[in-house]
C-alpha cells in the first residue's frame, strides 16, 4: 500500500499538533523539518508520534560522528525514520544507518532536491547516491516528483527501496510521481488549504488508487 506522508512545516507546536490530530485518519505519517524542530523543540517529534509514525527531516549532511549525534537525537525523542543528505558520501550515511540499528529506526537518503536547484549540482550524481544508499542499506530514498523521468530511473535503482516523493503540488510536480514512488510527501498544498481535510481526502484517494 502506498502512503500519504504530510510535511508539517508549521512553526507553532499547538498548530502542529491541531494539524496532525485534523488529519490523523487521512495521513499516515508526519515529517517534520527545521521549521517546526527548531521552534517548538524537538520534543515535538515525542508528541506528534503518539499519533502517528514520524520521519524527521533533519536532512543530516555533516562528518560522521555529528551526523550520528543529529541521528541519535532524533530516534531517541521517538522518530521512527530519519533523513540524510546522500551527498555527504558512506561514512557519514553509515555512521546514521548504525544509530537506526538500535533504535529500529528507519534511513531515507536525498537523491536530488525537487527543486530548481537540485539540477545544479545534485543532480550529476543522484542515480550513484540511489545505488550508494541500496547498497549500504538504507531504507530507501527521497526523489523528486518534479522531474518524473529522473524519478523512474531512480525507481529502477531503488528496488526494493521505498522511494518518498517530495514536489506535488506547490512545487509543480504531479500525482504521476505515484507511478514510481511509494509515498507522497504534501506540505503546503494540504497545511495552507483552505479545507486541509478534503484535500487530504482527495490526495489519500489517489495513493489507494495507485496502490491496487
Ligand atoms: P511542500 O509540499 O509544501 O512543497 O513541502 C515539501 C516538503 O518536502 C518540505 O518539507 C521539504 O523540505 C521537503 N522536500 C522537498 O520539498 N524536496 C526535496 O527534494 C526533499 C524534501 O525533503
Known sequence: MKELVLALDVEDRRLALKIAEDLADLV???KVNYPLVLSAGVKVISDLAEIKPVIADLKIADVPHISARIAEIAFR????AAIVHGFVGSDSIRA???VSKRYNGEVYVVTELSSEGGVEFMEKFSLEIAERARDLGCHGLIAPATRI???RAIREIAK???ILC??????GGSLEALRFADAIIVGRSIYLAENPRGVAKKLKEYVQAYSV
Open 28 to 30: 499516515d505519517k508526519f
Open 77 to 80: 525523542n521517538d522518530a521512527k
Open 96 to 98: 546514521v544507518l548504525n
Open 149 to 151: 523521468e529522473k524519478l
Open 160 to 162: 526494493g527501496m521505498k
Open 166 to 171: 517530495p514536489g506535488i503540488g506547490a512545487q
